[in-house]
């Protein structure tokens, strides 16, 4: 048992599962109120407009390549996951009337809607009525039309589908993106639900899309944490903005909840010159290098006397370590490298004897008063460590 910990809570808090150690990253623990937001968005900032076209209308937008199919460039999620029959029944459910559910669009370019729901659809669509590629198969009720492709289908068959009608629902410009995150989010209803950061990916497209990529990928992050952190789901660049967003507005100005800061974050780069953002990129590299001299296998992980195997990396630990790492002066980090074991020693009695900085960087990691704290608790030691 961790010392200090005082009540029945702190200790459940405080316990890492066995089961953590067999991931790479440890997964964070969220209360309920967490993700909720201190100043919540004025909801009469939504703009959403409800459509009820005809099917024709979505099949010449593909047509004209005014329905952004190729998702991997935002959401990195592919289309024509569905099998010949599931896209077949697709097309069969048109033909014999029934409803479809609703498709959801970012329309914020006109010319260029982002598909946020309904792309297996829409792919199902496109195969059949625009490349004509999907020949029918396995139907239900239609059996005799199997094996039949658009161009064999006879010419009231077609405008069955064509005057088909269907809910639409667009995002329309001047949305703001905190409302258009949460709408991203609460939406989504596909076979794969975004992760966070892949819905910040497809938000921010262009210069703040690329940074947090290459942020991602960069060298020194990758030997500071041994390639453990997976690309898969942009879970590599979910810890690089994390550091962007606390290393831009510091750990003193942030405000729940922590998907918002981050995408603050996101959104700030379009502003900034490349000097501003070589800056950061320096200052990052530096910090993942002073780390690994440090700590070398163990920098990002909750190491505790209790400890058997090498703990996961932990993403709260990465984010104050990092930033503050990186806020230093060179100077200042070369004489922290000179008093590594001392700093070391340091933040790992943190880790035993803080119960609340224990907590602080396992569970609710997003509540304001935990994230000041293990953020300040971590300036404090690197600056007395220096001082020593």
């Known amino acids: 048992m961790l010392k200090g910990m005082k009540s029945d809570k702190n200790i459940e808090e405080a316990i890492v ?18 993700a909720l937001m201190e100043k919540p968005f004025d909801p009469t900032k939504i703009n959403i407009e409800t459509k009820t076209p005809s099917l024709d209308t979505l099949i010449k937008r593909i047509e004209r390549n005014e ?29 014999i009337r029934f409803p479809l559910p609703a498709f959801f669009f970012d329309a914020s370019d006109d010319n260029n809607w982002l598909v946020v729901d309904g792309l297996q659809r829409l792919s199902s669509i496109r195969n059949f009525c625009v490349t ?128 918002t800061f981050m995408s603050k974050a996101m959104a700030n780069i379009y502003n900034m010159s ?21 700590f070398k296998e163990e920098a990002f992980r909750k190491i505790h006397n209790e400890s058997k195997r090498l703990p996961p990396i932990n993403k709260a630990l990465f984010d104050a370590l990092a930033t503050q790492l990186a806020v230093l002066s060179q100077s200042e980090r070369d004489a922290l490298v000179s008093k590594g074991k001392v700093f070391k020693k340091g933040l790992y009695d943190l880790l035993n004897n803080d119960a609340y900085f224990f907590t602080s960087v396992t569970s609710s990691t997003g509540d304001k008063n935990r994230v000041y704290h293990r953020h300040n608790e971590i300036k404090k030691l690197i600056h007395q460590t220096i001082e020593s």
């Open 17 to 34: 599962l066995e089961d953590s150690f067999n991931e790479e990253v440890e997964q964070e623990q969220v209360d309920a109120d967490e």
């Open 67 to 95: 329905i952004q199919m190729d998702t991997t460039t935002y959401f990195q999620r592919q289309d024509d996951l569905w099998d010949k029959t599931k896209q077949s029944r697709l097309i069969e459910s048109i033909l």
């Open 132 to 259: 004509k590629d999907l020949k029918l198969t396995n139907l239900e009720f239609l059996t005799q039309l199997n094996g039949k492709g658009w161009k064999d289908l006879s010419g009231d068959l077609k405008r069955i589908i064509e005057e088909a009608q269907v809910v639409i629902y667009k995002i329309m410009p001047g949305t703001p993106t905190d409302v258009k995150f949460n709408i991203f989010k609460r939406i989504n209803t596909g076979g794969l639900v975004l992760e966070p950061q892949e819905i910040r990916h497809a938000l921010f497209q262009g210069k703040p899309a690329q940074f947090i990529a290459d942020l991602g990928k960069n060298e020194a992050f990758l030997k500071a944490t041994e390639g453990r952190i997976k690309t898969h789901r942009m879970l590599d660049r979910d810890f690089a903005n994390r550091f962007l967003a606390f290393y831009l507005f510091g750990y003193e100005n942030y405000s729940p909840d922590l998907d």
């Open 274 to 294: 490349q000097s501003e953002l070589d800056k950061i990129i320096h200052n990052y590299s530096e910090a993942m290098i002073v780390a690994k001299k440090i």
